[in-house]
């Protein structure tokens, strides 16, 4: 049986009861706004809790936002410090090398303003006569300049700042070095000095004669007060070549001493002592005599010197002298140069030690060519063959 459609009428339109019941299908039910009642009033919840609990979700967030910060802040403090850090070490390492190398220079500046005047020292004492001294170098000049190019300074590379140090270190040792070769050359030259005066016045001090050395008073000193100098180091350098200086002024004025004094040997070669100073058998009369002089056999015509530096106080015949030249010398010593065939000065004339005065000859109460010498000082005379000995032994100083 067919169903039959029923028509019905909305408005124009006419709709058959299926349309109907399809329209009705299509249209919102009552369950969906209970769902959507349910749904928005959920959300105003939310939103409510939301906007009531900010403040607190807030400050939770922000407390975690300052957690960050603090410990990114704190990151970043230390990487500065470490940075830092980095940078003095640097700059102390740089600075260290800085201070080194210009203490360097400043050593061997020192050293190279000096060792002219040391050098000149040298040759003063070789021209004194001073032997046998230790010799010292120039000392190779250090600059500054020399150990920048060599390394850069300032690296932050471990391995060239240990470059840097190796070779100050090195430096360090060449300057120490020439110091102290520099520091032994002064002594020498001092010890060397000082020792060929004490032998000279001992010499003259045996045979009577004292010469005056100039004198330095050593606690003799002045000045304004001015702190110590802790970085100056060649303190002792100074004062060594100081000593030499007194050591050779001394010397100097021995040598001159010995000049002054009558013991060179009046005869240069080619003699014999034939009668010393003292009680002898007389030549002539074969009795016990005292014998004022040292008799040298020579030659006839040998050249006769003067035993020291002098005036000329007499030259002719005197008796028993024959032909005599007599010689006045510094402290009131007197030579006596007897039997001479012939002399080559006059009165007043000065004379320096070892020059030419006269000729060996047999003049006077003599038994053959030969000089008699002989030295007197305001007690009578003395003893001319310690007077010849002495000479023999000062000879190295002349």
């Known amino acids: ?15 058959n009861s299926s349309q109907i019941y399809t329209h009705n299908k299509s249209m919102i039910k009552p369950s969906h706004f209970y769902i959507m009642f349910v749904t928005l ?5 939310i939103t409510f809790i939301g906007f009531y609990m900010s403040a607190d979700i807030d400050s939770i967030l922000n407390k975690r936002t300052n957690a960050i910060n603090i410990a990114y802040e704190d990151r970043i403090s230390q ?27 400043l050593q061997q500046a020192a050293l190279s303003e000096i060792q002219p005047y040391i050098k000149s020292l040298a040759i003063k004492a070789q021209e004194l006569g001073i032997k046998n001294i230790a010799g010292s170098s120039a000392p190779s000049t250090v600059k500054k300049s020399d150990v920048y190019d060599n390394f850069t300074t300032g690296s932050t590379n471990k391995n060239a700042t240990i470059d840097q140090q190796a070779y100050i270190i ?39 004669i004292k010469p005056v050395l100039p004198s330095f008073n050593e606690t003799a000193s ?41 013991v060179y040997v009046p005869l240069k070669h080619g003699y014999r002592v034939s009668s010393k100073y003292g009680n002898r058998s007389d030549p002539f ?24 530096d002098g005036v000329v106080i007499f030259s002719g ?30 009165k007043g004339q000065k004379v320096k030690a070892g020059s030419i005065i006269a000729k060996v000859g047999s003049s006077g109460r003599s038994t053959g060519p030969h000089l008699h010498f002989e030295v007197r000082n305001a007690n009578g005379t003395i003893n001319s063959t310690r007077l010849i000995k002495a000479g023999y032994k000062l000879a190295q100083f002349r």
């Open 285 to 308: 009369s074969r009795k016990a005599a005292f014998h004022s002089g040292t008799d040298m056999a020579a030659p006839h015509g040998s050249s006769v010197y003067s035993a020291g």
């Open 170 to 208: 090195q430096v360090k040792q060449s300057i120490s070095q020439m110091t102290n070769e520099t520091s032994l050359a002064l002594a020498s030259m001092s010890k060397v000095a000082e020792n060929s005066t004490s032998i000279i016045l001992d010499e003259l001090k045996n045979i009577g």
């Open 1 to 15: 049986m067919q169903q039959s459609s029923r028509q019905y009428s909305f408005g124009k339109k006419k709709l």
């Open 222 to 262: 002045g000045g304004p007060f001015i702190p110590a100098n802790a970085d100056y180091s060649y303190q002792n350098l100074v004062d060594g070549a100081n000593n030499v200086v007194i050591a050779l002024d001394r010397f100097k004025a021995a040598q001159k001493a010995i000049d002054l004094s009558p």
């Open 41 to 45: 009033l959920a959300t105003n919840i």
């Open 317 to 346: 015949r005197n008796g028993g002298y024959g032909k005599v030249v007599k010689i006045k010398h510094a402290g009131g010593l007197i030579s006596f140069y007897a039997h001479l065939s012939s002399y080559s000065v006059v």
């Open 79 to 105: 990487l500065r410090l470490e940075v830092d850090r980095l940078y003095s070490r640097q700059y102390a390492q740089t600075g260290n090398l800085n201070l080194q190398i210009q203490e360097l220079s």
